[in-house]
């Protein structure tokens, strides 16, 4: 069974940095795209950050030059860099794969940014 598991939320002041992480287990197939979205209280999912197997990238333009996606394909894992933080940062943030034909959701990870 394939499961996503982020890890490196937490509470940070603004202009502060975090590191995600979200780790693909029991995968079969080769792991393609995988994103990264958010979700601010009262506001829609948003995609925050896309990375391709073969390393190219996309981002929200609100997280341009902040955020930095990557992703260790030896260790089926993905990762967000998130620097210069503020509080607008603030939500849950879900990773997603895409494993095969299939798409699979990790459970997020909290991540709150204090003016």
């Known amino acids: 069974q394939v499961q996503l598991v982020e890890s490196g939320g937490g509470l940070v002041q603004a202009g502060g940095s975090l590191r995600l992480s979200c780790a693909v287990s029991?995968?079969?197939?080769?792991?393609?795209?995988m994103d990264w979205y958010r979700q601010a209280p009262g506001k829609q999912r948003e995609l925050v950050a896309t990375i391709k197997r073969g390393g190219s990238t996309n981002y929200a333009d609100s997280v341009k030059g902040r955020f930095t996606i990557s992703r260790d394909n030896a260790k089926n894992t993905v990762y967000l860099q998130m620097n210069s933080l503020k509080p607008e940062d603030t939500g849950i943030y879900t990773c997603?794969?895409?494993?095969?034909?299939?798409?699979?959701w990790g459970q997020g990870t909290q991540v709150t940014v204090s003016s």
């Open positions: 029991g995968s079969r197939f080769s792991i393609n795209d």
């Open positions: 997603n794969a895409f494993v095969g034909p299939y798409l699979y």
